[in-house]
């Protein structure tokens, strides 16, 4: 596991606040993960014989064919949601951000999590909450409506966006992932004519995409990419504005 640094160079142990786990081992973070192995907390694929079927293993267990972080919104108004819908579904995926950018680690990174087909073997899942129709908006969290692209036809529609708190988080979360997995590219989806982050299936794209980069179903609109854009332009530390 020399290619997973314990402490990754952008962070100082004072700014380490929580622990991802990969292969049992747990790798420091600057952000809190509650896991799998919190019984009050957590939330498990690995735990409960009606969900073994949710996940399996990776061709390369070592986790050096992961190449790609795969953004996902979960249409649900929680991660517990999230997670008893994946699970009923026979679903998985190995992050989850909740509305207040709490992240939950229900699978270890290591398993191949099932959410984007031909990507799963090579990628890292995150459900971000979002129950995305506009007439659930919530005026304790507001969230703000915004309109994004209809994956191959470009009409727009409205939806919910994402918290500022979660917005933070997916970048603190892909980009702490980036530099412990060597092989995930910091790199998006290429541009379209219209200047805009492509949200059509690129098959054998490596970096960081959307679901309907992988499958050609509705992903997480478009209000992520000029954030993660920014963030991509420079090193860490980093500073975001939204």
């Given at each position: 596991m020399d290619y997973i640094p314990v402490?990754?160079?952008?962070?100082?142990?004072?700014?380490?606040?929580?622990?991802l786990i990969f292969d049992g081992t747990k790798i420091e973070v600057p952000?809190?993960?509650?896991?799998?192995?919190?019984?009050?907390?957590?939330?498990?694929?690995?735990?409960?014989?009606?969900?073994?079927?949710?996940?399996?293993?990776?061709?390369?267990?070592?986790?050096?064919?992961?190449?790609?972080?795969?953004?996902h919104w979960d249409v649900c108004e929680s991660s517990e949601q999230c997670f008893q819908a994946l699970c009923s579904r026979q679903l998985s995926n190995h992050l989850m951000i909740d509305t207040d950018g709490q992240v939950y680690q229900p699978l270890d990174i290591k398993y191949k999590s099932f959410h984007a087909l031909?990507?799963?073997?090579?990628?890292?899942?995150?459900?971000?909450?979002?129950?995305?129709?506009?007439?659930?908006?919530?005026?304790?969290?507001?969230?703000?409506?915004?309109?994004?692209?209809?994956?191959?036809?470009?009409?727009?529609?409205?939806?919910?966006?994402f918290t500022f708190e979660q917005k933070v988080r997916v970048i603190e979360v892909v980009e702490t992932l980036c530099e412990l997995f060597k092989r995930i590219p910091r790199r998006l989806p290429p541009l379209d004519n219209d200047g805009l982050i492509s949200n059509a299936q690129i098959p054998d794209f490596t970096g960081v995409c959307a679901h309907y980069n992988c499958c050609g179903a509705l992903g997480p609109g478009d209000s992520l990419w000029p954030i993660l854009q920014e963030s991509f332009r420079n090193r860490p530390p980093y500073a975001i504005r939204f």
């Amino acid at each position: 596991m020399d290619y997973i640094p314990v402490v990754t160079p952008f962070l100082s142990e004072s700014e380490s606040k929580g622990q991802l786990i990969f292969d049992g081992t747990k790798i420091e973070v600057p952000f809190n993960v509650i896991n799998f192995e919190d019984d009050e907390r957590g939330y498990s694929f690995t735990k409960g014989e009606h969900w073994k079927d949710c996940f399996t293993n990776r061709t390369d267990p070592t986790g050096r064919g992961i190449n790609t972080i795969v953004l996902h919104w979960d249409v649900c108004e929680s991660s517990e949601q999230c997670f008893q819908a994946l699970c009923s579904r026979q679903l998985s995926n190995h992050l989850m951000i909740d509305t207040d950018g709490q992240v939950y680690q229900p699978l270890d990174i290591k398993y191949k999590s099932f959410h984007a087909l031909s990507f799963n073997n090579r990628s890292i899942s995150i459900q971000i909450a979002n129950p995305v129709d506009a007439s659930k908006a919530d005026s304790e969290i507001g969230r703000k409506i915004i309109t994004s692209r209809q994956p191959g036809t470009n009409e727009t529609f409205e939806h919910l966006d994402f918290t500022f708190e979660q917005k933070v988080r997916v970048i603190e979360v892909v980009e702490t992932l980036c530099e412990l997995f060597k092989r995930i590219p910091r790199r998006l989806p290429p541009l379209d004519n219209d200047g805009l982050i492509s949200n059509a299936q690129i098959p054998d794209f490596t970096g960081v995409c959307a679901h309907y980069n992988c499958c050609g179903a509705l992903g997480p609109g478009d209000s992520l990419w000029p954030i993660l854009q920014e963030s991509f332009r420079n090193r860490p530390p980093y500073a975001i504005r939204f």
